[in-house]
C-alpha cells in the first residue's frame, strides 16, 4: 500500500507568493496531521483533522497559514503571502484514530 | 514553549558503543513515543511507551517510561552505522478520538564505522 503522499517535495518561491502544498493520506485513516520542522523550533504540530473537520488549530503560526480537508483522501495547507521565515520542511501525516501516525516525506519549502 | 527536552543534542559514536538518550519533561503525558528520521524522510515510529515504569525493548534498543510519565529513555547497546539518524521523542496529550503529539527537541546519533 502507498504511503502519505505529499506534493510537491520541494518548493522554491519568491516572498509575497502563494504557496500551496497537498497531502493524500493512506487510505481508511481517518486522523490528518499537519507539522512543520525547522532547526531553531524542532518538530511542530500546525493543526490537525479528524474525519475531515478541523479539531486543533492552534498550532498555525498566523493568519497567513490556511488548511483544508474536503474530502477523506486530499488535504492542503496554503501560505499567503508567504514569507521567508515560513522557510521549513512540512511533513502531513495520517493515522486511525489514535493509532500510530505514518509521516510523509515531506516537503521542502525555501521562500527567497 | 519547547516542552520536552532531549539531551544530548548531538552525540558522536564509534560503532560498538552504548549510548543513553534522555527525554525530559515537567508535564505528565498519557503515553511517550519515539521516533527515528532519516535525511530527507519523515519521522518513523519506533516504540509508545504507555504505562508509567514500563521498559519495552526492540532488538538493541531499549525504552524506558519514567515512573511518573514525565520523562522517558532510550538505550542502545552496541551502536551499528545503521542506528544514525534523528531520535525524537513524543509525548502524547488528551483523551479524544486523536493523538496530539509534542515532539521533543531531537538527538542527532551519528555511528562511525
Known amino acids: 500500500d502507498a504511503g502519505v503522499i505529499q506534493s510537491p517535495r520541494h518548493e522554491v518561491t519568491e516572498m509575497g507568493q502563494e504557496v500551496t502544498l497537498r497531502c493524500k493520506p493512506i487510505?481508511?485513516?481517518?486522523?490528518l496531521f499537519w507539522y512543520r520542522q525547522t532547526m531553531m523550533r524542532g518538530l511542530e504540530l500546525l493543526i490537525y483533522?479528524?474525519?475531515?473537520?478541523?479539531?486543533?488549530d492552534s498550532g498555525m503560526p498566523e493568519d497567513r497559514f490556511s488548511a483544508k480537508m474536503p474530502n477523506a483522501s486530499f488535504s492542503t495547507l496554503k501560505i499567503q503571502p508567504s514569507e521567508p521565515r515560513d522557510s521549513a520542511v512540512y511533513f502531513c501525516?495520517?493515522?486511525?484514530?489514535?493509532?500510530?501516525?505514518?509521516f510523509g516525506p515531506g516537503t521542502r519549502l525555501t521562500v527567497l | 514553549t519547547q516542552l520536552l527536552e532531549q539531551s544530548p543534542q548531538f552525540l558522536s559514536i564509534q560503532e560498538g558503543e552504548n549510548l543513553t538518550v534522555y527525554c525530559n519533561s515537567s508535564?505528565?503525558?498519557?503515553?511517550l513515543q519515539w521516533y527515528r528520521q532519516e535525511p530527507g524522510e519523515g519521522p518513523v515510529l519506533l516504540v509508545t511507551?504507555?504505562?508509567?515504569?514500563e521498559v519495552k525493548k526492540l532488538k538493541r534498543l531499549t525504552f524506558q517510561f519514567g515512573d511518573a510519565r514525565k520523562d522517558s529513555s532510550l538505550h542502545i547497546t552496541a551502536a551499528q552505522p545503521g542506528d544514525t539518524g534523528l531520535y525524537l521523542c513524543?509525548?502524547?496529550?488528551?483523551?479524544?478520538?486523536?493523538?496530539?503529539?509534542?515532539f521533543g527537541t531531537g538527538t542527532l546519533l551519528a555511528v562511525q564505522p
Open positions: 501525516a495520517s493515522s486511525v484514530g489514535r493509532d500510530t501516525q505514518y
Open positions: 487510505s481508511g485513516h481517518n486522523s
Open positions: 483533522f479528524n474525519n475531515n473537520v478541523p479539531i486543533d
Open positions: 508535564s505528565v503525558f498519557s503515553s
Open positions: 511507551v504507555v504505562t508509567g515504569g
Open positions: 513524543a509525548g502524547a496529550r488528551g483523551g479524544g478520538a486523536t493523538n496530539k503529539l509534542i
